[in-house]
């Protein structure tokens, strides 16, 4: 299906596909969102999007595991928000108290926390339509990373809106998870460097 709008918030009812059509269809096996009715399939990521998703995964899971919160899951995790959008952020985290949510397909409801890690075929609806809609159906937080601009956005919700968190001392600090930050310099590191392994994010976090 394939729609030309100025945003896909103006797509028409008959030109959406529904949430169970999505679901259904073996095409979300991939990764891919349902947006405002549109189906949208995901490029394939690159090496630098790769590295960054699978940093923030074991970080985030580190931290989760060890504090027993809830679970975090990857790119495949389908999150049913309404009957119009579906999606499938980079990295998730699903609390203890929202577990119930899960079914064998897909999770009937919004991560806690998501994160999405931008490419140049989604920097569009990452930043416009689909944190807007995060925001309506409940996510908590939302990390939007950008390897191009090598930037990474905290928001928070407030009243069903997102509203951006600065970094602290160049720290990125969740509110959803309390005591869970990450240097952004360890996010993109400055040319020549190398990320910390997962133990040293561990250690610096006081996990061990």
Partial sequence: MSVQLESLFDTPARAR?????????????????LIEGVFVMASPASLEHATVQQFMITTLSNFVNTRRLGIVLGENAAYRL????????????????????????????????????????????????????YARAGVQEYWLVDPI???????????????RVQPIDDRLH???????????????????????????VARAQGLI
Avoid: C
């Fill in 17 to 33: 596909m529904s949430a169970d059509e999505y679901i259904a269809s073996p095409q979300s096996a991939h990764k891919s969102d």
């Fill in 82 to 133: 309404n009957d119009d959008n579906v999606y499938q952020p980079d990295v998730s985290f699903l609390s203890n108290a929202r577990l119930h949510l899960a079914g064998e397909v897909y999770v009937d409801g919004a991560p806690d926390l998501a994160v999405e890690i931008t490419s140049p075929s989604s920097r569009r609806y990452d930043a416009f339509e689909k944190r807007i809609n």
């Fill in 149 to 163: 601009e090598r930037s990474v956005a905290i928001y928070v919700s407030e009243q069903e809106q997102f509203v």
């Fill in 174 to 200: 969740s509110r959803v998870l309390p005591g869970f930050w990450l240097q952004i310099d360890w996010v993109f590191p400055p040319e020549g460097a190398a990320r910390p392994s997962e133990l040293d």
